[in-house]
């Protein structure tokens, strides 16, 4: 199951809109290389990491932990 979810972007204005989720933490990724944007949610415990290659968005990355 992928985490990060295409989002529609508006060709004629350029822009991507997203809603704010109560209780939640996303990260909105847009690429302009690419002409793509992404949302994904953030791990409630680590590291959401956004991971370029050649000026372009290649991964997100996710690791998690648990509080002690």
Known sequence: ?????????DINNMTVSH?????KVLVLVID????????????????TIIETAKGKTAR????ESELF
Do not use: D, N, S
């Open 1 to 9: 199951m992928k985490r990060a979810q295409e989002l529609p972007i």
């Open 19 to 23: 809603p704010v989720v109560p209780g």
């Open 32 to 47: 302009g290389v690419q002409g793509k944007a992404k949302v994904a949610e953030a791990v409630e415990h680590g590291f």
């Open 60 to 63: 997100i990355k996710y690791e």
